[in-house]
């Protein structure tokens, strides 16, 4: 019976403790959401794209669809590959991630920010970016011209102008794809250009990329340039007030081209940018899906419109004699 008794004995359960600390709070969190059915990479971002669908929120910074913008925010959050889904779909989270990759859904669905804002990243042909509220998400399809096979450049450029340069994505690019070249970066926030530094210094290219503070081309003087690249705000007067709540968290003055077909800003530029040209140069601008109203300021222009794989009739290439003078 002594045996017996110190068996019983042992096995009497310990007594509850009297205070839960952090680290069993978090546990037991961790538990809750493992028992409910979120343990794998694949069921979180499943999981992010049901709550983006539910909360019906827009998608057009860099993402398509809820599942993309899920998987884009779960994997920078886990600090994986972007796109790398197939070797970790079915990884296991640790309790520390759960916590951060629900914190960021969760963060997505209640400001409607955009993704990008969130991680302060932005990819643009697959080269990753420093981004802020400072700045729009850099979105172009620009990079995919002068990269792929139909672009209108002819030669390697020597010189080369991003006008409205924002976070100065376009203009690293030019000087990767154009590694002789100097390049000029011009736009009118002080705020962007801030951030545009951080990308020249993080991308080492503050030898060839020089940043210029004014409007348009103001600060340059008599300057000229083999290339001008640009992608100047164009969004219309009466559009600015029904964007969606995710393009209001972006600067209103990198949106708003002005006027009521949002052409001012790009009219500007059309008629000034011959000056800054060499004989043989020529400029390609990107402009939304304002075509029709750009072609109907300029009827004399016969404009060269850029396909990409996700626009049709949104960039436009021009040279030096195609401008007006």
């Known amino acids: 019976m002594a045996k017996t008794r110190k068996k019983i004995k042992k096995l009497k359960p310990k007594k509850p403790a009297k205070k839960i600390g952090k680290k069993k709070v978090v546990k037991k969190?961790?538990?809750?959401?493992?028992?409910?059915?979120?343990?794998?990479?694949?069921?979180?971002?499943?999981?992010?794209a049901s709550r983006f669908n539910e909360a019906e929120l827009y998608f057009g910074h860099g993402t398509?669809?809820?599942?993309?913008?899920?998987?884009?925010?779960?994997?920078?959050?886990?600090?994986?590959?972007?796109?790398?889904?197939?070797?970790?779909f079915d990884?296991?989270?640790?309790a520390a991630e759960?916590?951060?990759?629900?914190?960021?859904?969760e963060k997505r669905v209640k400001t409607r920010k955009p993704a990008s804002y969130l991680i302060n990243k932005?990819?643009?042909?697959?080269?990753?970016?420093?981004?802020?509220?400072?700045?729009?998400?850099?979105?172009?399809?620009?990079?995919?011209?002068?990269?792929?096979?139909?672009s209108p450049v002819v030669g390697e450029p020597e010189t080369i102008l991003d006008l409205c340069t924002g976070s100065g994505c376009l203009a690293i690019l030019a000087a990767h794809m154009f590694p002789d070249a100097l390049v000029d970066a011009v736009d009118l926030s002080p705020d962007a250009l801030a951030v545009a530094k951080r990308n020249v210094a993080d991308h080492g290219v503050q030898d060839r990329v020089s940043l210029h503070k004014g409007d348009l081309f103001a600060p340059l003087k008599n300057k000229k340039y083999d290339l001008i690249i640009t992608?100047?705000?164009?969004?219309?007067?009466?559009v600015m007030g029904t964007l969606p709540h995710e393009y209001r968290h972006e600067p209103a003055?990198?949106?708003?081209?002005?006027g009521d077909d949002g052409m001012l800003i790009t009219a500007r530029i059309l008629n000034e940018a011959a000056a800054y040209l060499n004989d043989d140069g020529g400029i390609i601008c990107e402009i939304g899906t304002g075509r029709a109203d750009l072609e109907?300021?300029?009827?004399?222009?016969?404009?060269?419109?850029?396909?990409?794989?996700?626009?049709?009739?949104?960039?436009?290439?021009?040279?030096?004699?195609?401008l007006p003078s």
């Not at 759960?98 to 859904?105: D, H, P």
């Not at 996700?310 to 040279?319: A, C, I, P, Y």
Request: zero cysteines.
């Open 122 to 150: 932005a990819y643009i042909q697959a080269i990753p970016f420093y981004v802020d509220e400072r700045v729009i998400v850099p979105r172009s399809f620009i990079a995919e011209i002068m990269t792929g096979d139909g």
């Open 253 to 258: 003055m990198a949106l708003a081209g002005g």
């Open 29 to 48: 969190t961790a538990k809750t959401i493992s028992s409910s059915g979120l343990i794998t990479i694949r069921d979180f971002i499943r999981y992010g």
């Open 296 to 322: 109907a300021a300029f009827p004399d222009i016969e404009f060269l419109w850029l396909e990409t794989e996700g626009s049709v009739g949104e960039v436009f290439w021009l040279t030096k004699d195609q």
């Open 64 to 88: 398509t669809d809820a599942f993309d913008e899920s998987a884009f925010l779960v994997l920078e959050t886990l600090n994986l590959p972007n796109g790398a889904t197939d070797p970790y």
């Open 98 to 105: 759960t916590t951060k990759v629900l914190a960021i859904i």
């Open 231 to 238: 992608n100047p705000p164009y969004v219309r007067d009466d």
């Open 91 to 94: 990884s296991r989270l640790t």
